[in-house]
């Protein structure tokens, strides 16, 4: 798999939902803009928090939450999430340009 870059980043993610397939079970992430993001777990635990791009994934500062470098990998037909150690820990099954979870509210 390969590993999406900087401006391809900044247009499937500025203003969009990304619905995440965590095993079986459906995380949210909202980039309401260039600097802020909110998050849904598939257990209802929920964080706000400022996020970056980099040249190649993002780093994200959740508050009262984890910090973390994440990439977006992908091949024929995925894109998945990939956190610094190289583990993929969730696939892209839908991106909606919109806070189609009302995460920001």
Same mark, same amino acid.
Do not use: Q
């Given at each position: =798999? !390969?590993?999406?870059?900087? %401006? /391809?980043?900044?247009?499937? =993610?500025?203003? !969009?939902? #990304?619905?995440?397939? =965590?095993?079986?079970?459906?995380?949210?992430?909202?980039?309401? $803009?260039?600097?802020?993001? #909110?998050?849904?777990?598939?257990?209802?635990?929920?964080?706000?928090?400022?996020?970056?791009?980099?040249?190649?994934?993002?780093?994200?500062?959740?508050? $009262?939450?984890?910090?973390?470098?994440?990439?977006?990998?992908?091949?024929?037909?995925? /894109? %998945?999430?990939?956190?610094? +150690?190289? !583990?993929?820990?969730?696939?892209?099954?839908? /991106? %909606?340009? +919109? %806070?189609?979870?009302?995460? !920001?509210?």
């Amino acid at each position: =798999m !390969a590993i999406l870059t900087k %401006d /391809i980043l900044e247009t499937i =993610m500025v203003g !969009a939902t #990304h619905v995440i397939d =965590m095993g079986g079970k459906t995380a949210f992430i909202y980039y309401e $803009n260039a600097e802020r993001a #909110h998050m849904l777990l598939p257990d209802g635990t929920r964080f706000d928090g400022r996020w970056e791009l980099l040249d190649a994934g993002y780093r994200v500062e959740w508050t $009262n939450g984890p910090t973390g470098v994440w990439s977006l990998a992908y091949g024929p037909g995925t /894109i %998945d999430y990939v956190d610094a +150690s190289g !583990a993929a820990r969730g696939r892209i099954t839908r /991106i %909606d340009f +919109s %806070d189609c979870a009302k995460l !920001a509210a």
